[in-house]
Nanobody, 124 residues
Framework: VQLQASGGGPVQAGGSLRLSCAAS????????MGWFRQAPGKEREFVAGIVWSGNVYYADSVKGRFTISRDNAKTTVYLQMDSLNSEDTAVYYCAAGPSKSDYFHSRKDAYAFWGQGTLVTVSS
C-alpha cells in the first residue's frame, strides 16, 4: 500500500494545521495507522496512532493539542494540530501496519508502510 501525506506548511506559533494521509487501498495493511515526526538532528518519534479498535494514543508532548482521526473506510487518517509551538517543527510521516492489536502502537517497527513526509514549520 502507498501512503500520501499532505497538509504541512508554515504556521505561526499558536496556530493550527491539519495533516492528511491517504492510503492507495483499503487492505489489512491499514489496520493501524499513525503519525511520527522527525526534527532536524533528532530521531523519528511517535506522535499519535489509531488502531483497529478505534482507540487512539498520543505522545505526552502533544496530548490535548493534537487529535488523530480516520475515515470510516479506514483509508485516510488525519492529524489535527492545534496550539502549535516551535518544538512541533518537524517532518511528519504517516505510517500504516497490519496489526489489529493495541500493543506497540508507538514503535516504528510496528508499522510496515510509510508515507513520504510533510514538513511543518512553526515560527514564533
Amino acid at each position: 500500500v502507498q501512503l500520501q501525506a499532505s497538509g504541512g506548511g508554515p504556521v505561526q506559533a499558536g496556530g493550527s494545521l491539519r495533516l492528511s494521509c491517504a492510503a492507495s487501498a483499503r487492505t489489512e495493511s491499514t489496520n493501524r495507522m499513525g503519525w511520527f515526526r522527525q526534527a532536524p538532528g533528532k530521531e523519528r518519534e511517535f506522535v499519535a496512532g489509531i488502531v483497529w479498535s478505534g482507540n487512539v494514543y498520543y505522545a505526552d508532548s502533544v496530548k490535548g493539542r493534537f487529535t488523530i482521526s480516520r475515515d470510516n473506510a479506514k483509508t485516510t487518517v488525519y492529524l489535527q494540530m492545534d496550539s502549535l509551538n516551535s518544538e512541533d517543527t518537524a517532518v511528519y510521516y504517516c505510517a500504516a501496519g497490519p496489526s489489529k492489536s493495541d500493543y506497540f502502537h508507538s514503535r516504528k517497527d510496528a508499522y510496515a508502510f510509510w508515507g513520504q513526509g510533510t514538513l511543518v514549520t512553526v515560527s514564533s
